[in-house]
């Protein structure tokens, strides 16, 4: 939430307004129809076993040309693996995946790109996903908790112990971060069909997560391909521009 | 609430006595939850020493003894009614009670009490009605309607609509067919009064008219293929509940319930062994969202001919009452290339296999409409003996709460319902045979289980439950 106040103070000291930033949502589980954010830490101690997940809201806002931020809860964050793991800056992973089922539906999934084709398999683990509680709690959650260890992944190289399991079906989204951060590409399929005739769509990417957990920074950033700049980014361009324009005319006046 | 409000401040500051409340107009309170206990929330308040010494006499012509509500809200299977009589146990034997019941499923229940708002968000693909990106909707009956003195008890209105009030006011009350712990509101923590009873769920297969092969060859759903069923939904091929690789042209169709259910997170936890928020691809035979009522999923009425019937997918989402479950499997499902599967309480079901169509707790079938059937789980068809036994695991507690911190006269009141609940389904007697031979107990019990659970869900264990029946959290 820092970051977030600090970008929205720095927006309105420069005058700059129109730059949407997402808030992250707390609640029971993911639900339907939503992305989803999970860190876990297989790597790290028991004490570190943990998941914490984030709601990135409706799957619809992920178009290519989408760009929206979203906070990490430093406290949150910090009791589940910066507080457990020393080595959390490496170990801690990191994904994304969510979407609807069904026909009028679609899959979006971090990582390379998918060669699933069964719409039906979609369905499966996007059931699974929509369980998963959001917030931080234990990897080893039991029924009738449904952690993002189990439903998704439990690490970059393992699938969920659900048989379900995002990983195991269809890919497995995560990533190790690098010095607290990283960079995920996202990927999207639609579903079309009918409910017994569920048909997927091939693989498009969509853009760009980039997620920094170190203290100070805490914010994912989404950036579609095809994204235009922020308001905020014209803004400073133009304010650069007007800078350059005076240092020019106060360096030419000199020479005069 | 005034009157309750009121009534608990005087006694409270000694100025009347409790034989003087007993005395004094009715109290009235305001119950929810679970639609699968109202059958049995009925009886206990019509029969004479189980709820209420002596049910209110003064009736709508037509109705029994207690029912102060009128046609059509006067049956057992009625979503709200209104009961009326002078409370049999406790500090306040004597005293004139009106339970005015607004059955809306347990989660939604808990919810209410709680003083919380289910919500659930639906897309267009599932409720054409919801925004693109979609629309977040309050689940029926958040907050619940309640039948209104005002109106004679013949019109809904919110209790804080009914008292006047200036704020929401929250149900006193609420039955659940599972715990609160594992509910979708685990706090704040509400007052347990106890488990009254052990409630029983079924499969059922949906009418047709022209039944294909397969449709003849599904008799029994086993737990693996149940959970496969709310996963994915029609895409699953039948052979995953006969066993027969010719059945791989018809799919499966569940027809359930929605988020607000107990009927539901029964069937999630103790049935399918699924967490009990993962979500399901479920559908609906004529069920459509009303521009009027635009979140919430709605029989429209027609049960058939065949190709007049629509299987619209809803996901998530599914019916707020066993009623609508119930008249979508007495659709005539006919020629979709799905067998269509639903679960229901045991009088719901009694219902669908009765087709009893024709008016709220009707007897007779409407046009086109038809038998649901009885399948078996995990090969053993629903009766008393397969529950109490443990050969039959689609059950859960019923339990009764009231709200967070609540006092006396509630409190009394709340311990009147449950003894009078519990003595009246301590008669039950278990008639034998099961669901497809006898009309079986909604609610069963406790003291006539074999088995027992040691947590809110799961296999049940060997052994009488402990006492006190209630779970410690």
Redesign the interface.
């Known amino acids: 939430m820092k970051t977030h106040l600090y970008k929205a103070a720095l927006l309105a000291a420069l005058g700059v307004a129109g730059t949407t930033m997402a808030h992250a949502q707390a609640g029971p589980a993911l639900g339907g129809g939503v992305l989803g954010l999970g860190f876990n830490d297989a790597a790290g101690p028991a004490a570190a076993q943990n998941d914490y997940v984030i709601n990135l809201g409706s799957f619809i806002n992920f178009t290519t040309t989408y760009s929206a931020s979203w906070s990490i809860s430093q406290s949150a964050f910090d009791s589940s693996f910066i507080s457990q793991d020393t080595l959390w800056a490496n170990n801690v992973a990191v994904g994304v995946v969510g979407g609807l089922q069904g026909p009028g539906g679609a899959i979006f999934i971090t990582g390379s790109q998918p060669t699933i084709t069964s719409a039906s398999t979609v369905n499966n683990a996007l059931s699974a996903l929509g369980g998963v509680n959001t917030g931080n709690y234990s990897s080893s959650s039991g029924i009738p908790t449904d952690p993002w260890s189990s439903a998704v992944a439990a690490s970059p190289t393992a699938p969920g112990n659900a048989a379900n399991s995002v990983a195991a079906l269809i890919d497995n989204p995560m990533s190790n971060l690098s010095n607290g951060s990283a960079t995920l590409t996202l990927w999207d399929a639609s579903i079309t069909g009918t409910s017994r005739n569920p048909v997927l769509g091939s693989w498009t990417e969509v853009g760009t997560f980039s997620i920094n957990a170190n203290d100070g920074a805490d914010t994912i950033t989404f950036r579609g391909i095809n994204a235009v700049p922020e308001p905020a980014t014209y803004s400073l361009s133009a304010l650069g521009g007007l800078l350059l324009l005076a240092l020019r005319y106060r360096s030419s006046r000199k020479v005069a | 609430m005034k009157m309750n409000k009121f009534t608990s401040a005087l006694v409270g500051l000694g100025v009347i006595s409790l034989a003087g409340v007993a005395s004094a107009a009715p109290i009235t309170v305001y119950i929810t939850g679970s639609t699968a206990a109202r059958a049995n929330f009925y009886t206990a308040c019509t029969t004479a020493g189980d709820i209420f010494a002596t049910p209110s006499a003064t009736v709508p012509a037509g109705n029994a003894a207690g029912v102060i509500s009128p046609s059509p809200n006067n049956a057992n299977s009625a979503n709200t009614i209104t009961f009326e009589g002078t409370l049999k146990s406790g500090p306040l034997a004597g005293q004139d009670v009106i339970i005015n019941c607004s059955w809306t499923g347990s989660e939604a229940g808990i919810s209410a009490v709680a003083g919380t708002t289910l919500k659930?968000?639906l897309?267009?693909?599932?409720n054409p009605n919801a925004a693109?990106?979609?629309t977040q909707y309050s689940l029926p009956g958040q907050p619940p309607l309640y039948l209104t003195p005002a109106s004679g008890y013949a019109t809904t209105g919110t209790i804080q609509s009914i008292e006047g009030a200036g704020s929401q006011v929250n149900p006193d009350f609420t039955m659940a067919d599972t715990s609160q712990k594992?509910s979708?509101t685990p706090s704040p923590a509400l007052t347990q009064y106890g488990i009254v009873g052990i409630v029983s769920f079924t499969p059922m297969k949906g009418y047709e008219s022209s039944p294909d092969a397969t449709y003849g060859r599904v008799t029994n759903v086993p737990q693996p293929a149940l959970a496969a069923a709310l996963?994915?939904?029609?895409?699953l091929n039948a052979y995953y509940l006969t066993g027969n690789s010719a059945d791989s042209v018809d799919?499966i169709?569940i027809i359930g319930r929605n988020l607000g259910s107990g009927t539901k997170v029964n069937t999630m936890?103790n049935a399918a062994?699924?967490?009990?928020?993962?979500?399901?691809?479920q559908?609906s035979l004529n069920g459509t969202y009303p521009a009027g009522t635009p979140g919430t999923l709605t029989f429209s009425g027609v049960y058939g001919p065949a190709a007049s019937v629509s299987?619209n997918?809803v996901?998530?989402d599914g019916y707020d009452s066993g009623s609508g479950v119930q008249k979508s499997l007495n659709c005539d499902g006919s020629g979709k290339?799905?067998v269509y599967l639903g679960y229901l309480g045991i009088s719901d079901a009694r219902h669908a296999f009765l087709n009893d169509n024709t008016g709220a707790g009707g007897t007779g079938s409407a046009a086109n409409s038809g038998t649901a059937v009885y399948l078996q789980f995990n090969g053993v068809y629903e009766s008393d003996t397969a529950i109490e036994t443990g050969n039959y695991t689609w059950w859960g507690q019923e339990n009764l709460y009231g709200q967070a911190g609540q006092v006396a006269p509630q409190t009394q009141i709340g311990d009147g319902i449950l003894t009078g609940l519990t003595t009246q389904i301590n008669t039950t007697v278990n008639p034998g045979g099961n669901v497809t031979t006898t009309a079986q107990n909604a609610i069963i019990p406790v003291p006539s289980m074999q088995v027992y659970r040691s947590q809110d869900?799961g296999n049940p264990l060997q052994g009488s439950w402990p006492t006190p029946y209630q779970f410690q959290h």
């Not at chain 2, 996963?231 to 895409?235: D, N, V």
């Not at chain 2, 062994?273 to 691809?281: E, G």
């Open positions: 659930q968000t897309f267009q693909a599932q693109p990106g979609g594992v979708q996963i994915a939904g029609e895409s799919g169709g936890l062994l699924l967490p009990v928020s993962q979500l399901v691809s559908t299987d997918p996901g998530n290339g799905i869900y």
